[in-house]
Each structure stands twice: as C-alpha cells, then as structure tokens.
C-alpha cells in the first residue's frame, strides 16, 4: 500500500508570497493528482502528472519520480487561494483508478 | 456542463435508520467512485464503478453499505442500518476512462448519525 505524505499539515501566508507544499510517497505511481478543497467542502482537481512540470495560471505541479517527491507551487497568493490541498497517488499496475490520498496541507493565505 | 451532481447535500438522522445517497455523474463519463472523507483518515474509495459494474467494493466498510449503478447516469450508496460512526462527508466522482483522465467530484454529502 502507497503511504502519501504531505507537508506542512498547515501554512499560513501573507498575501503575494511565494508557497510550496510538497507530498512524498512510498512505492511506484502511475500518476500523482493534486486536487483543491475549498471550505464549502467542493474537491477540485487540479493537475493530474507522471513527469516533469504543468502549470495552470498562478500554479505550477512539479514531479520527481526517482525522488517519489511532487510539489506544488502558488505564484502571488491570493485568500482566494485558502483551502485545503491534498495530493493524491495512483498506484501503477492494472489499478491505475484507485487513488491513495494524503491527509491534506491546510493553507491560509492572509490580505 | 453540469458537474457531478450529489444529494442530499446535508443529512441528519437517528442510528439505525437508513440512508441513502445519491450521485448523477457527467453525462459521458462511463467510471463513478464514491469516497468517504473523515477528519481521521481523510479521504477514502469506498467502491468503484466501471460501465455500470462494480469493480472494486473493498473499500467498503462491512455489510451495512451497499451501492448500485442501474444505469449510466444515476448511482446509490445506501447504508442500512446506519451508526454514529458513519457520519461524515460522501462524495461522488466520475470520470472517462482511460490513463490519465482526472476524476471530477461531486460537493459531497455531509451525513450526522446521531
């Protein structure tokens, strides 16, 4: 069983400042999804990667697969961007669907 | 383009009633997850759908759930009979199949046993 670990569990920043939360995992992945959850509750996917980098606005996902390492970056952090986000593993093999989650990184960006 | 569609949105009952949950995914999507999310163990595959047929139910806590695909466009997660401990947030995620394709999720359903 994938072990998916993220940090910090919680970060608090000033608005414009540069963030980076990071998800390690623990064996082979078939892909590594970062995924928002703003307080309402709703989850959104975010990126979805098995190498290199994507970036999407103000966000970028980057991936080391030797590492088993994957980050994510806010450019200019904006309240808006408060939530919760959780990294996500799928495991590679035929169960490529099934994904192990981490417990989240709580972020909190201040005006 | 309707998102995944969930209700009840909220839900509150008495232990031992029975409770149902219900998801319409994205028209077209042919794969359908239900999640539980707990403050405890976070988020977690309860069972998975694929062309309207249960592929893996081993995320499925014991006897009391059961879910059901009639149809491409319609799901149920009952759970009968229910107990304190079931209560947290249900969601419902759907997407095409296929590596690589991301899972579009539902805004959940936030269910008290009390």
């Known amino acids: 069983k994938n072990e998916v670990e993220q940090s910090p569990q919680n970060l608090t920043a000033q608005e414009g400042e540069f963030i980076t939360i990071n998800c390690s995992y623990s064996v082979g992945i078939s892909a590594l999804h970062w995924l928002q959850q703003h307080p309402g509750g709703g989850i959104v996917s975010l990126f979805m990667?098995?190498?290199g980098k994507k970036k999407h606005g103000r966000l970028i996902a980057t991936i080391n697969i030797q590492e088993k390492h994957s980050s994510l970056h806010i450019t200019a952090s904006h309240p808006r961007d408060s939530a919760v986000y959780i990294c996500?593993?799928?495991?590679?093999?035929?169960?490529?669907?099934?994904?192990?989650f981490g417990k989240g990184t709580l972020l909190t960006v201040n005006p | 383009d309707a998102g995944v569609i969930q209700s009840p949105r909220h839900e509150v009952t008495e232990m031992g009633q029975e409770v149902t949950l219900r998801c319409k995914p994205i028209s077209g999507h042919n794969s359908l997850f239900w999640y539980r999310q707990t403050m405890m163990r976070g988020l977690e595959l309860l069972i998975y759908f694929n062309n309207n047929v249960p592929i893996d139910d081993s995320g499925m806590p014991e006897d009391r759930f059961s879910a059901k695909m009639p149809n491409a466009s319609f799901s149920t997660l009952k759970i009968q009979p229910s107990e304190p401990r079931d209560s947290a947030v249900y969601f419902c995620a759907s997407s095409s199949t296929g590596f690589g394709q991301p899972q579009h999720f539902g805004d959940g359903t936030r269910l008290s046993i009390l």
């Open positions: 990667l098995s190498s």
């Open positions: 996500a593993v799928g495991n590679s093999g035929g169960s490529n669907y099934k994904l192990t």
